[in-house]
């Protein structure tokens, strides 16, 4: 059986979600509100000869038809950056204010710290953290041409965050979109199957789970987490989630997203999850003619 066969019990319209993570996915772009507005990037991208459509659910996102994200010159000025449409939900629910202190647990390239700090308007403080020094050294580019001088870079394992370079003072918000099997992205990535192995979506699912753990740790009471993969392995998903909530001190809750998707599964092979877990929300490749992806939202509660 191949391996994308087991969501068949959890996917509506079979036929429909196979087509769809057949087919290439759309380019798209985000305009950097750090540099640049909605029309500044609309004009340069019209003078440029660069087809771009708007995206109806984010006021910031374009989908490129024929085009490159990065092969124009709008994009080197640093104006836009590429980013796929479901890559933009976390941070668009997490919904940072301007002054706050926010970590993102798993912060390289940048494309969601850059999201973030121009949320805030470049002010506040965005601790963007990594485990991997080649993946950081994109992350500080992109950071730089983006002009987000908000972001402050650390290099360590997520799960192991330490407050005390930052006087030790907690975060009003945390992102965790963390590493994972990946197999959401399918429809740029066509090989995401080919090494699959549930022994190694078992093994990510321990590290997710400690990353949100730690992410719970340092936010304070009252304070968001969210929490995201491009996956669609429960292991990784409902179940990191069911971990966290077992230890008491956060809460998921609802959230609006004005995209098609189906909410989080209770039930998956033997086990069964917190009936909570239902607020999460699944974006499936046929949905919307996006990637595939996952993305919950909790309160800090202890």
Not at 33 to 59: F, M
Not at 254 to 275: A, I, Q
Not at 280 to 295: L, S, V
Request: hydrophobic share 35%; glycine share 8%; net charge negative.
């Amino acid at each position: 059986m191949e391996p994308i066969e087991r969501y068949r019990p959890v996917v509506d319209d079979w036929e429909a979600f196979r087509a769809a993570c057949e087919r290439p996915l759309p380019s798209a772009i985000r305009v950097n509100t750090v540099k640049a507005t909605v029309e500044r990037v609309r004009t340069a991208l019209d003078e440029a000869g660069v087809a771009h459509e708007p995206v109806d659910w984010h006021d910031l996102l374009f989908v490129l038809p024929g085009d490159s994200p990065g092969n124009n010159w709008p994009y080197f000025h640093g104006w836009t950056h590429g980013q796929e449409e479901v890559s933009a939900v976390p941070a668009t629910v997490l919904d940072p204010e301007p002054g706050e202190r926010v970590w993102d647990a798993c912060a390289a390239p940048g494309t969601k710290t850059t999201q973030l700090a121009a949320q805030m308007n470049d002010s506040g403080e965005v601790v963007a953290t990594d485990n991997n020094l080649g993946r950081i050294s994109a992350l500080r580019s992109n950071a730089e041409r983006l002009g987000a001088t908000s972001v402050a870079v650390t290099h360590e394992d997520g799960r192991n965050h330490s407050l005390k370079p930052f006087g030790g003072e907690t975060y009003d918000r945390a992102l965790v979109d963390v590493p994972c099997s990946c197999e959401g992205t399918v429809r740029k990535n066509p090989d995401a199957f080919d090494d699959w192995s549930l022994s190694h979506v078992e093994g990510i699912a321990g590290v997710q789970k400690g990353i949100l753990t730690r992410a719970v740790q340092v936010t304070e009471p009252g304070g968001t987490v969210v929490y995201s993969t491009c996956t669609f392995a429960p292991e990784e998903n409902e179940a990191v989630l069911d971990h966290v909530l077992g230890e008491g001190d956060c809460e998921l809750v609802e959230y609006d997203l004005p995209l098609t998707h189906r909410e989080g599964v209770t039930e998956w092979v033997d086990e069964t999850f917190d009936p909570s877990v239902t607020k999460a929300k699944r974006i499936y490749p046929h949905h919307n003619d996006t990637g595939g992806f996952f993305c919950a939202k909790l309160e800090v509660t202890g």
